[in-house]
């Protein structure tokens, strides 16, 4: 929806102001896409991302109109009309925004809303998003960003068309990072973006991965893209930021308080095409981010991992609890998940190939009535293998041919190991 263009009357109020119709309040459509970019930002800020009365309302009035209802007290909902009295009395919502957008432009950063090009208009896809069983605000409140903000030199939607999220534990064990690091680096080597949280272990290995491999990764966060959070991989996002994106919805210096954690999940389950979970606990935002995944659609992954390993317990339980919950082992599984129909099938799984593999049923039968030592005549061999003598006769031709049996005067035998690799030695010593 195009917000400055509408033409809609927004709901009534006082002020003076005339709203629904932001082009009549700046004099031209720069200022009006301003304001309007400022609205959505200020209206980030009264109430946390994904609260749907606000998309709701911003759905229909325009988020300029929406801003002026919720700040004169016009709220259709109790719990709302509470938080933006509460947000408001610590400050002026519009100067706030404001302060950001500078912040920003000092930082490098910039402001993404879903009038821009680079808008990634997947996570429009959040708007149908219903978790069951929800007894949690935060469970319930997963409507569409209002905007990014964005640090990095990629568009976003770009960067998120072709994208996968790899996600799980940060206690993660050495064999969690491993897969996630290999996830990542394959995913990248691929040219599929990697997207994680940047949280320590599985987040981390999977970034890494992809930046190994020269690729493209985004971190989308869960506070303001210039305090990175945890601290400690200051120098990780720091590189993701020179080659890829860090992403967030909160403006510049906002803190990564809990529930944005569950917020931010949203966002990397609606705004890539999957989500692998390579460990997780019993109770692990990873399998929040999985079944935001499965309610939108998503196509949900997860790489099983020990049954004795408490990183493992939730990835599991996934697997039990969500019949559309895949399981995935390596790169080539999550392409087929995710990939093009037909152009990315994984290879089937198979063992060592053998030379007996190739053999049909009647050859199979006579080598395996062979005993294991000395010879047998081919009457005897024939009636043990249940064949008749003149098929048993053309078989262990064929078997001799391979170098898989020798003929000797009293009748046929197992090659020697060492006849078997040549081939060469048991002709020899067939004297043919």
Same mark, same amino acid.
């Given at each position: 929806?195009? #917000?400055?263009?509408?033409?809609?009357?927004?709901?009534?109020?006082?002020?003076?102001?005339? @709203?629904?119709?932001?082009?009549?309040?700046?004099?031209?459509?720069?200022?009006?896409?301003?304001?309007?970019?400022?609205?959505?930002?200020?209206?980030?800020?009264?109430?946390?991302?994904?609260?749907?009365?606000?998309?709701?309302?911003?759905?229909?009035?325009? &988020?300029?109109?929406?801003? #002026?209802?919720?700040?004169?007290?016009?709220? &259709? #909902?109790?719990?709302?009309?509470?938080?933006?009295?509460?947000?408001?009395?610590?400050?002026?919502?519009?100067? =706030?925004?404001? +302060?950001?957008?500078?912040?920003? +432009?000092?930082?490098?950063?910039?402001?993404?809303?879903? /009038?821009?090009?680079?808008?990634?208009?997947?996570?429009?896809?959040?708007?149908?998003?219903?978790?069951?069983?929800?007894?949690?605000?935060?469970?319930?409140?997963?409507?569409?960003?209002?905007?990014?903000?964005?640090?990095?030199?990629?568009?976003?939607? +770009?960067?998120?068309?072709?994208?996968?999220?790899?996600?799980?534990?940060?206690?993660?064990?050495?064999?969690?990072?491993?897969?996630? %690091?290999?996830?990542?680096?394959?995913?990248?080597?691929?040219?599929?973006? =990697?997207?994680?949280?940047?949280?320590?272990?599985?987040?981390?290995?999977?970034?890494?991965?992809?930046?190994?491999?020269?690729?493209?990764?985004?971190?989308?966060?869960?506070?303001? =893209?210039?305090?990175?959070?945890?601290?400690?991989?200051?120098?990780?996002?720091?590189?993701?930021?020179?080659?890829?994106?860090?992403?967030?919805?909160?403006?510049?210096?906002?803190?990564?308080?809990?529930?944005?954690?569950?917020?931010?999940?949203?966002?990397?389950?609606?705004?890539?095409?999957? %989500?692998?979970?390579?460990?997780?606990?019993?109770?692990?935002?990873?399998?929040?981010?999985? !079944?935001?995944?499965?309610? %939108?659609?998503? *196509?949900?992954?997860?790489?099983?991992?020990?049954?004795?390993?408490?990183?493992?317990?939730?990835?599991?339980?996934?697997?039990?609890?969500? &019949?559309?919950?895949?399981?995935?082992?390596?790169?080539?599984?999550?392409?087929?998940?995710?990939?093009?129909?037909?152009?990315?099938?994984?290879? &089937?799984? @198979?063992?060592?190939?053998?030379?007996?593999?190739?053999?049909?049923?009647?050859? !199979?039968?006579?080598? +395996?009535?062979?005993?294991?030592?000395?010879?047998?005549?081919?009457? !005897?061999?024939?009636? @043990?293998?249940? *064949? /008749?003598?003149?098929?048993?006769?053309?078989?262990?031709?064929?078997?001799?041919?391979?170098?898989?049996? =020798?003929?000797?005067? #009293?009748?046929?035998?197992?090659?020697?190991?060492?006849?078997?690799?040549?081939?060469?030695?048991?002709?020899?010593?067939?004297? %043919?």
């Amino acid at each position: 929806m195009d #917000d400055r263009g509408s033409g809609r009357s927004g709901p009534a109020g006082s002020g003076g102001r005339p @709203r629904g119709d932001p082009t009549t309040d700046g004099g031209g459509d720069v200022s009006a896409d301003e304001e309007n970019r400022l609205a959505r930002v200020a209206l980030t800020w009264l109430a946390e991302p994904g609260t749907r009365v606000v998309h709701r309302l911003v759905e229909r009035f325009g &988020p300029v109109a929406t801003l #002026d209802l919720l700040l004169d007290g016009g709220s &259709p #909902d109790g719990w709302l009309h509470a938080t933006v009295a509460a947000r408001s009395a610590t400050g002026d919502a519009r100067t =706030v925004a404001a +302060e950001a957008l500078e912040r920003a +432009e000092r930082l490098g950063a910039r402001l993404v809303t879903p /009038d821009d090009e680079e808008w990634p208009t997947r996570v429009g896809g959040l708007a149908e998003l219903r978790l069951p069983d929800v007894t949690r605000r935060v469970d319930g409140e997963t409507a569409p960003p209002l905007c990014f903000w964005v640090r990095g030199g990629w568009p976003l939607g +770009e960067a998120l068309e072709r994208s996968v999220a790899v996600v799980g534990a940060r206690a993660a064990t050495g064999y969690g990072q491993h897969v996630a %690091t290999e996830l990542g680096y394959g995913l990248a080597e691929r040219d599929w973006t =990697v997207v994680s949280g940047g949280a320590f272990g599985i987040d981390a290995a999977a970034h890494r991965g992809a930046l190994n491999a020269g690729g493209l990764t985004v971190a989308v966060l869960a506070c303001g =893209v210039d305090r990175p959070y945890p601290m400690g991989n200051t120098a990780l996002f720091d590189r993701i930021a020179d080659t890829g994106l860090l992403v967030s919805e909160w403006p510049p210096g906002a803190e990564p308080l809990r529930p944005r954690f569950l917020i931010r999940n949203r966002v990397i389950a609606g705004g890539t095409l999957g %989500t692998v979970v390579v460990e997780a606990s019993a109770r692990s935002g990873a399998t929040q981010t999985a !079944r935001r995944a499965i309610h %939108t659609g998503r *196509v949900a992954m997860v790489v099983p991992g020990p049954v004795t390993s408490a990183m493992s317990v939730g990835a599991h339980e996934l697997l039990r609890e969500h &019949p559309k919950a895949r399981l995935v082992t390596g790169v080539a599984h999550v392409l087929e998940e995710v990939g093009r129909i037909g152009a990315d099938l994984a290879p &089937p799984a @198979r063992g060592p190939q053998r030379a007996t593999d190739a053999l049909d049923d009647d050859a !199979r039968s006579l080598l +395996e009535a062979l005993p294991r030592r000395g010879a047998m005549g081919v009457d !005897r061999l024939a009636g @043990r293998a249940g *064949v /008749d003598v003149r098929t048993a006769l053309r078989k262990l031709s064929l078997l001799e041919q391979l170098s898989m049996v =020798v003929r000797r005067e #009293d009748g046929y035998a197992l090659a020697p190991p060492a006849d078997a690799k040549t081939g060469a030695k048991a002709k020899t010593e067939q004297g %043919t």
